[in-house]
């Protein structure tokens, strides 16, 4: 299966128990019903994103759904928890691009986001050649990816929460899902 399509999703859950409140992330974000398998990095060459509404009318429940997700949970009173999805895409379509999944603690959703879209964006950057300083700071790496003409868009999704003040379980879903 090589999927022609993708969508983006996010969502916040919380309850007394840790599944649980998974659960609800998941119904937040709309993926509840699917059996959610969790793969790697990569966006399959040409593969289109679409709106998650779209998507999901493609979707049927109890189906097999590949997807990358990024969770995060905790059940600490106010403590700031986040999951990213960031893709990285080629100018050429025949290749292939990158997704990356993070996970944080303390991170609001920018830098949490741009940090997800930093490592797609380096991961496709090394696998094209682009020679970069891995010490420089994202922006100045961003401008040279697009620079060297091989990389058309960089992007990122991310849901952040604070953790249950009462100490229930709070969850964070981020994720790509594939659709054939």
């Known amino acids: 299966m090589i999927p022609s399509r993708a969508f983006l999703t996010k969502g916040t859950g919380v309850h007394r128990d840790k599944l649980a409140s998974f ?71 025949d290749n292939y691009g990158y997704i990356s999944e993070h996970h944080s603690f303390g991170e609001d959703e920018d830098t949490a986001g741009m940090y997800a879209e930093d490592i797609a964006a380096t991961m496709l950057a090394t696998t094209l050649g682009i020679e970069f300083d891995a010490d420089s700071a994202w922006q100045e790496r961003e401008q040279l990816y697009r620079a060297s003409g091989h990389i058309i868009n960089t992007s990122h999704f991310c849901q952040t929460a604070k953790g249950d003040r009462s100490g229930l379980w709070t969850t964070v879903v981020a994720a790509m899902v594939f659709v054939e």
Do not use: F, W
């Not at 289109?48 to 995060?72: F, Q």
């Open 23 to 93: 659960e609800l992330a998941l119904r937040d974000a709309g993926i509840e019903k699917y059996n959610l398998v969790s793969v790697s990095s990569i966006l399959p060459p040409g593969c289109r994103m679409i709106p998650k509404d779209e998507g999901l009318e493609y979707l049927s429940p109890g189906e097999i759904v590949y997807s990358v997700l990024a969770r995060n949970q905790t059940n600490e009173a106010h403590r700031l928890i986040a999951s990213a999805v960031g893709t990285a895409v080629p100018v050429n379509e």
